[in-house]
């Protein structure tokens, strides 16, 4: 989609209304420019319409197009209903099967963000919402429902301007890893996950390094290799740098988690509960375009990015309940369930990234359905070692509409999670807190459990921070909640995209 800013809108665009509660149509910058007939057929029906929220396309007298949006809120308006509202006045536009807008920036301006920021996200949430997935579909005869062009009208400046292209750039690549996620398991195997990263790379300038099965053997990632055991699709493990920040400054590492189908294994997943497993590559999909994104914006950051790249699946040769697994780090885990599979494969990620002396690193995983039993469908969960950094990534999910809420990270959970023989079992001892007992694993890998039995405790009561000496900054995004749109999110069914706009945010502005 074209969005650019402009001075006035051309007469092929139809004119965007974005009223809110208290807005006089009067006053709104396109009505002075509109003939008289069309500005009395105006009035008249904005006069017989002003109770509730709604939008309605209309012909005007002379002509011309306009939409109208009347929305109840002010302009104090809450940032998420803004942006919701960026959502539907495209999927309306293209419900009318028109092709191009004129809007005014000014409409969109919230509360506590800038003109600037007003205009990124604008650009973001019109690519997100002017999305589908219909890659395995014909064309239909008259094409597809997408708008083609944005005209932005208000404030043609070059910061406008410059955040008009960053914000499309965010929203493409949101949408890039929508379509990897939602290309079906039998297609978006192991090995065409790592070729779209090794082509993302080279389209917006990363370093992509993907190692093959003799490789992943040879580092003893025998978490990756145990899950990947029932799969005639081999693993592989994909590796992306990007160091274009200071040399002094240690990188930060995001790792997702890349099950690109997620049966279950011998623990087979029951019918509805299977469906949508070819989403499971969720998390490694967003660390794949959160790289490109931060590449394409030229942030000046030392980032790296892991996925490592798996399919789960029951087999004669699959990995069994009881099974002992020697992770890279040399701790054991011992599987009792083989549909927690994510956490076993993220162990070695996780140990991998210890490579890189990392500051910080980021997890981003469809991990469990209990992280969507404890929120629903409308946020992430998020789990830390570092208070402040956990506020500054809840921050930037508010700014984005990425929301994410925090669960306990507690050393109290270790219990339920120690192994009869070996040193972790990969699920709970009972069926509560699975979200919890799941990040408590994962913790496991990056914290030095030599020192994990005295000094960890924290500084400031239950939530202070947990980190020691050795150990990076730790968060762990569970995005299975977010998985999928819900009907409300006003954008098209299937992969969401969750986390990618909110990564992007945190790792433009962390210091
Ligand atoms: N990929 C699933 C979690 C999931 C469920 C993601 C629904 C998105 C939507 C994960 O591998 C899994 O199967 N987790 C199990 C863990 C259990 C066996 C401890 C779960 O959540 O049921
Ligand atoms: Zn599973
Ligand atoms: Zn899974």
Not at 134 to 151: A, L
Not at 259 to 277: A, Q, S, W
Not at 331 to 348: F, H, P, S, Y
Not at 447 to 456: A, E, I, M, Q, T
Request: overall charge positive; proline content about 4%.
């Amino acid at each position: 989609m074209d969005i650019k800013t402009a001075a006035k809108p051309a007469s092929s665009s139809a004119l965007v209304f974005f009223l809110r509660a208290g807005d006089k149509i009067e006053k709104h910058d396109f009505f002075r420019n509109l003939a008289e007939e069309d500005k009395n057929y105006l009035r008249l029906f904005i006069k017989h319409r002003r109770d509730d929220d709604f939008s309605s396309c209309l012909l005007l007298p002379s002509g011309g197009k306009c939409l109208i949006f009347l929305a109840k809120e002010n302009k104090k308006n809450s940032l998420r209903k803004t942006i919701v509202a960026m959502r539907r006045v495209i999927s309306a536009t293209r419900r009318e099967k028109v092709k191009e807008i004129a809007v005014g920036l000014n409409d969109f301006l919230t509360h506590g963000l800038k003109t600037e920021e007003t205009a990124e996200l604008m650009a973001t949430q019109f690519e997100m919402a002017n999305f589908e997935f219909n890659d395995y579909k014909i064309k239909p005869k008259d094409g597809w429902k997408f708008v083609e062009k944005v005209s932005v009208i208000g404030r043609e400046s070059r910061t406008v301007g410059k955040a008009i292209s960053a914000g499309k750039v965010i929203g493409e690549e949101i949408n890039k890893a929508r379509t990897l996620s939602n290309t079906p398991g039998g297609d978006m195997t192991p090995a065409r996950l790592a070729e779209e990263a090794l082509k993302s790379g080279k389209e917006s300038g990363f370093r992509v390094k993907v190692l093959k099965e003799d490789e992943i053997k040879k580092l003893k990632m025998g978490g990756v290799l145990g899950v990947a055991k029932g799969s005639a699709e081999r693993p592989r493990f994909i590796i992306m740098e990007y160091f274009k920040g200071a040399k002094k400054d240690k990188p930060i590492v995001l790792v997702g988690k890349g099950v690109t189908f997620d049966t279950g294994g011998l623990n087979l997943k029951p019918d509805n509960y299977i469906y949508e497993m070819h989403m499971d590559m969720s998390g490694g999909a967003a660390v794949i375009h959160v790289m490109a994104a931060l590449a394409r914006l030229k942030v000046k950051k030392n980032i790296v990015g892991l996925v490592p790249a798996v399919e789960n699946m029951p087999s004669g040769s699959s990995y069994h309940p009881g099974d002992l697994l020697r992770t890279m780090s040399g701790k054991t885990i011992e599987v009792l369930n083989t549909d927690a599979e994510g956490r076993v494969i993220l162990a070695d990620a996780l140990e991998y990234s210890k490579k890189y002396e990392p500051q910080i690193v980021v997890d981003i995983a469809t991990l469990t359905g209990a992280a969507m039993a404890a929120l629903g469908q409308r946020a992430s969960a998020i789990f830390s070692t570092d208070r402040k950094l956990e506020k500054e990534m809840i921050e930037a999910g508010e700014k984005t509409g990425d929301y994410l809420w925090p669960l306990p990270l507690w050393e109290e959970y270790e219990e339920e999670i120690k192994g009869t023989f070996g040193d972790f079992a990969n699920i709970g001892k009972t069926r509560y807190g699975g979200a919890i007992t799941a990040a408590v694993f994962l913790w496991q890998f990056v914290k030095d459990n030599s020192l994990s039995v005295g000094p960890s405790t924290p500084k400031s009561g239950l939530r202070g921070s947990r980190r020691t000496s050795s150990a990076p900054a730790w968060v762990h995004l569970d995005i299975a909640p977010r998985m999928t749109t819900i009907e409300s999110d006003s954008l098209a069914k299937g992969a969401a995209g969750a986390s990618i706009a909110l990564l992007v945010e945190f790792l433009r502005g962390h210091r």
